[in-house]
């Protein structure tokens, strides 16, 4: 295992409400992304992040924010939910030296559902 | 952008038998990382084989092996004497390897759903 830690794993919110997943690594991987899963679409990116406070946005970024202020926690925020994410969010992280064959690793994700 | 293109939604195929699920991919880049995951029921995501475009071997794991054509973006997965357990989406990925602004992103097509038949 990778050793990611997704919180919640499952989460059932109403439409408006603000919402937080936490991912935590142990790991020390310098890069760590948010992706979503949704039928027909596969895996799409939404934010990442390439170091402490360094971020940049995905193909699908609106709607959601990101903070790292530590090394080994990626927080994904939906500042007011919509029924249009719900899905399941996957985080994921990477190291870029050559052991490790730049692979990227998943955590198990997390179920949302917005009613 | 670097785009992945899965060309076949579903495939089947009978126990102990072999198959070949595809994959091209678009980039203008030429140093990078092919990968494809197995996502069975449970949905975890399972790094199945990866591959360096700068190697011209193909990777190998076990009943796992590409058919990496570089010049045609071509990075087909083969799957020798299929077991019940391998029943699962497989996605292509594409990482890049430039580093600028962090862009050592992860691209994926959008899987192919294989069936195995007892």
């Known amino acids: 295992d990778a050793g990611i830690t997704q919180s919640p794993r499952h989460k059932v919110t109403e439409t408006g409400t603000p919402v937080t997943l936490r991912c935590h690594q142990t790991?020390?991987?310098?890069?760590m992304y948010w992706y979503r899963q949704d039928p027909g679409h596969g895996l799409r990116l939404i934010h990442y992040?390439?170091?402490?406070?360094?971020?940049d946005k995905g193909e699908v970024s609106d709607g959601y924010s990101v903070s790292r202020s530590k090394t080994e926690d990626f927080l994904l925020t939906l500042e007011s939910a919509t029924s249009s994410q719900t899905s399941v969010y996957f985080c994921?992280?990477?190291?870029?030296?050559?052991?490790?064959?730049?692979?990227?690793?998943f955590g198990e994700g997390s179920w949302l559902t917005v009613v | 952008a670097q785009t992945v293109t899965q060309s076949q939604p579903e495939m089947s195929v009978q126990e102990a038998e072999t198959v070949t699920l595809s994959c091209t991919y678009d980039t203008s880049e030429s140093d990078y990382y092919l990968f494809w995951y197995k996502q069975p029921p449970s949905r975890q995501m399972i790094l199945v084989i990866r591959?360096?475009?700068?190697?011209?071997q193909n990777a190998t794991e076990n009943r796992f092996s590409v058919n990496f054509q570089k010049a045609a973006k071509s990075f087909s997965l083969k799957i020798s004497d299929s077991q019940l357990g391998d029943a699962a989406m497989y996605f292509c990925a594409y990482r890049s390897l430039l580093t600028q602004g962090g862009s050592e992103k992860l691209v994926f097509g959008k899987g192919t759903k294989l069936t195995v038949n007892p």
């Open positions: 591959q360096e475009a700068y190697k011209q």
């Open positions: 994921a992280i990477s190291a870029t030296v050559p052991s490790s064959g730049n692979t990227i690793y």
């Open positions: 790991e020390n991987h310098r890069y």
């Open positions: 992040s390439y170091g402490v406070k360094d971020t």
